[in-house]
Nanobody, 122 residues
Framework: QVQLVESGGGLVQTGGSLRLSCVAS????????MGWFRQAPGKEREFIAT????????RYADSVKGRFTISRDNAKNTVYLQMNDLNPEDTAIYYC???????????????WGQGTQVTVSS
């Protein structure tokens, strides 16, 4: 399995922006569709965005469409999540994930990072 390490979380005010990064180990990064998920206190983990191995196809949750952008740099084994116009409901631990399946098959993401905390103050 691929090893994933997230970074970039922190405390930001409402309306602010953050960019999360996730670096993957291994030499076959481009073969893995990647995704970002989040889990808020007392809630189940939810899908945020996914991207195909080549980066040409993406999918977003309705709650973040138009505010968040997922991208990847396969030369750097890194996937990003640019988050704009943040609000307190975005407060959660954000996880990077990988799959050998389709970027569209949310249930098949099975390699996870340790998570990075994002806190949005009002």
């Amino acid at each position: 399995q691929v090893q994933l390490v997230e970074s970039g979380g922190g405390l930001v005010q409402t309306g602010g922006s953050l960019r999360l990064s996730c670096v993957a180990s291994g030499r076959t990064f481009s073969s893995y569709p990647m995704g970002w998920f989040r889990q808020a206190p007392g809630k189940e983990r939810e899908f945020i965005a996914t991207i195909s191995g080549g980066g040409s196809r993406t999918r977003y949750a309705d709650s973040v469409k138009g505010r968040f952008t997922i991208s990847r740099d396969n030369a750097k084994n890194t996937v990003y999540l640019q988050m704009n116009d943040l609000n307190p409901e975005d407060t959660a631990i954000y996880y990077c994930a990988a799959t050998r399946g389709s970027y569209n098959d949310i249930q098949k993401f099975n390699s996870w990072g340790q998570g990075t905390q994002v806190t949005v103050s009002s």
